[in-house]
């Protein structure tokens, strides 16, 4: 019996959208969806899928946006999703019905290799050639409806940044969903003649791979889709495929083979279809004298890493401000609501002093995040890790960890995957573990904290420079140098070998479409809100009930008999200042005798000797899993045990926090200590399981958290008795 109801996937077609990288795939995915966009991770597996809605007319389609790749012989996990979505061996995800390919106009030789293996798939494709402007200002021209006849697909130029040509390329697509596969290329007859015979005597036999899969499973030696074949077929089956590799190929190679066919073809096509006129000099070739100098690429990567954080911390301010002084007003609103109790502290104390401590942090981590898009987007980033080979290369490393270390400064996590692209295994493992070094956004909140509450507002040079953020800068190159010490270590020792070669393509400098950056920032605000809506919000509530809970009667009584006394004896302003002492103490008492107290001095002496009190040794321990939660805990905390609500900001609390003794707990020393223990510590649950999913071991996470948290600890210890 029919479904009454038809299914998402009947109502919406999936277009995959795919291309070499570098060529503003990306761009173009966010300028087709727009906002209409969601970010998931594919089934039993990190690799992140995202999908994004494109309506054409009444017509909605689902489009899916493929990692990055040069060819379709997978190797890498990203490689082999991109594969499987194509086939349609996703789970939740149909087999797309048009394939939505996108090239560089300035160098189609080299993305139409791809382009070509696609069209094999049997699938309706249309190809879109992104950066035209550019290509026409290297005097670069291209017959695109010849280009289209040859291909047999539908070719449409588009420029990705500005959106010319984008309602075409919408049209397109539309067309293509109920159009015909394009022209297969006729490169090497007799494998396909192999192939098809193979193939009709595996179905024959049960077997139910494609023929497509079949024929790289006979070129790719070694390869993904020959690991399917043996999987899927008999050992008869494979023999019979390594026989016939060893007759087709003659002793050679039948990727090499397949390859030189594919650019040949290429080539006559190119013949056809582009001519190219000697291009005038350009601005970025004069840049990349520039960038690329030993000396001077150095200096101006510097020059540029110090100038995102000096906006970081003088650019949030006024924003900042501005939560800031949000949160308070909600904080007194709902606090005069409701009557003084448990309810009243829970909402002001717990939700509103968490959450809200933590989210005041928002502007600096998409000021920062703005920047890093920027730089990536322009083309700056591919540079700077061709220039920090040299510096990796002392480390043991090459330029190739360089770009999986810097996507750790967002995030470890996507840092820890893109190591994926490193093929030298022992690299892999000591890139793996310097990447949790690299400062992530969830420190930029602790930093902030502690720069904002203990460091002078000291500026020069009319204020383009500050102290401020001359110490967030140091914080990051000390995170740097931490990783690259660790790689040296882990290249010297446990993990030596040869420091591989290093290549990466050089993209031409762009300018960046403000509507992707600004898709970017939104969905970084969306994940950074989430985790401050769900994660920080329930430890919110748990350390608030922790501090809350219990609430001893003598405490009670002792403070009652304490202020009937002074009320007896007292007028006035002494009065006032005797009643705000007793209630200060009491309020000290009750969180003193709570669960979270006893917690925080049961631990209190292993921390003692970095300066801390019990507060911040419970905020430390309880913000292991995710490190920003420390934020949210000393809110809760010090808001608890602060009856005074003058002056509700969290800086104000810790520079006013003392000691039983009188002594302040946030000193200089202590504070500086604490930052260099969150550079150093490893404080993520969700980094320890990626480490421990990429190593496929637990012996390698639980190394690094033992080795980061006494790094830690040392080196808090060590800055406290320096200064």
């Known amino acids: 019996m029919p479904d009454p109801q038809p299914s998402r996937r009947a109502e919406r077609p999936v277009v995959a959208v795919i291309g070499n990288p570098n060529t503003g795939k990306s761009t173009l995915f966010n300028a087709l969806t727009g906002l209409r966009q969601k970010t998931a991770n594919y089934p039993g597996v990190t690799v992140e899928r995202h999908t994004g809605e494109l309506r054409i007319g009444e017509t909605v389609l689902d489009l899916v946006d493929l990692p990055g790749a040069y060819s379709l012989a997978a190797q890498s996990p990203d490689e082999m999703i991109a594969i499987d979505v194509l086939l349609g061996h996703v789970e939740d995800l149909e087999r797309p019905r048009a394939i939505l390919a996108v090239a560089d106009a300035t160098n189609l030789r080299r993305n139409l290799f791809l382009v070509t293996q696609l069209a094999e798939l049997g699938t309706p494709m249309v190809l879109a050639v992104n950066m035209t402007d550019l290509a026409e200002r290297k005097r670069i021209h ?8 040859q291909l047999g697909i539908q070719v449409v130029p588009v420029v990705a940044t500005t959106g010319r040509n984008l309602e075409r390329l919408r049209d397109a697509l539309l067309q293509a969903l109920h159009g015909q596969p394009p022209k297969r290329p006729q490169l090497l007859p007799q494998v396909d ?7 009709a005597r595996l179905r024959a036999s049960g077997c139910h791979l494609s023929e497509y899969e079949v024929e790289r499973a006979l070129i790719d ?29 003659a002793g050679s190679s039948l990727a090499a083979m397949e390859a030189k066919a594919r650019y040949d073809f290429i080539n006559e096509l190119l013949a056809e279809v582009e001519q190219r006129e000697a291009p005038p000099p350009t601005i970025g070739e004069r840049l990349d004298r520039i960038t690329n100098h030993p000396v001077i690429g150095s200096l101006l990567f510097v020059l540029v890493m110090a100038t995102v954080f000096q906006a970081v911390f003088s650019w949030s301010a006024p924003l900042m401000e501005l939560i800031d002084g949000a949160a308070t007003q909600l904080s007194a609103t709902v606090g005069g609501w409701l009557p003084p109790g448990a309810l009243n502290s829970l909402l002001t104390d717990g939700v509103i002093a968490g959450v809200g401590s933590v989210v005041v942090f928002l502007p600096q981590i998409l000021i920062l995040f703005a920047f890093i898009i920027l730089l990536e987007d322009s083309g700056y980033m591919p540079r700077a890790a061709f220039m920090m080979d040299r510096l990796m290369r002392s480390a043991g490393l090459s330029g190739q960890s360089f770009i999986p270390m810097l996507s750790s400064f967002a995030c470890a996590v996507p840092g820890i995957l893109a190591t994926r692209v490193i093929p030298d295994e022992r690299d892999r493992l000591a890139t793996i573990l ?20 203990f460091v002078p507002q000291q500026t020069w040079l009319g204020g383009l420079i500050n102290l401020q953020g001359l110490v967030l800068l140091g914080l990051y190159l000390l995170g740097i140098a931490g990783g ?34 600004g898709i970017r920032l939104l969905e970084r605000a969306r994940i950074f809100l989430r985790r401050a809506g769900t994660v920080i919000f329930t430890v919110s509530l748990v350390v608030w009930a922790l501090a809350w809970f219990p609430r001893p009667a003598e405490v009670a009584a002792r403070y009652a008999a304490e202020r009937a006394a002074v009320t007896a004896s007292l007028h006035g302003e002494a009065l006032a200042s005797a009643l705000a002492s007793i209630d200060a103490a009491e309020a000290a008492a009750y969180l003193e005798r709570s669960l979270l107290g006893r917690l925080g001095k049961a631990i209190e002496p292993v921390f003692a000797p970095l300066g801390w009190d019990w507060k911040v040794s419970a905020a430390v321990i309880a913000s292991f899993p995710a490190r920003e939660v420390v934020i949210a805990v000393l809110g809760t905390t010090y808001a608890v045990g602060d009856v005074d609500q003058s002056d509700s900001r969290l800086i104000e609390r810790l520079r006013n926090a003392r000691h039983p003794d009188g002594r302040p707990v946030f000193t200089l020393p202590m504070a500086a200590g604490l930052l260099v223990f969150y550079a150093f510590c490893l404080q993520c649950a969700a980094t320890v399981a990626v480490i421990a999913r990429e190593t496929n071991s637990w012996r390698w996470p639980l190394a690094a958290w033992l080795y980061m948290t006494g790094l830690g600890y040392a080196g808090a210890w060590l800055t406290c008795r320096i200064l």
């Open 142 to 149: 291209i017959d695109f409806d010849r280009l289209a006849r």
């Open 193 to 199: 003649a192999a192939v098809h015979d193979l193939h």
């Open 221 to 249: 030696a070694g390869g993904a889709a020959e690991r399917r074949f043996e999987y899927s077929s008999s050992p008869e089956f494979v023999q019979e495929l390594a026989d016939l590799r060893s007759r087709l190929s």
């Open 434 to 453: 310097a990447a949790p070094f690299m400062t992530c956004s969830a420190r930029l909140p602790v930093y902030a904290l502690l720069i904002a509450a």
């Open 484 to 517: 690259i010490f660790t790689a040296w270590l882990l290249k010297h020792t446990v993990l030596r070998g040869p420091t591989p070669s290093f290549l990466i393509e050089l993209p031409p400098y762009r300018l960046p479409s403000l509507r992707s950056v």
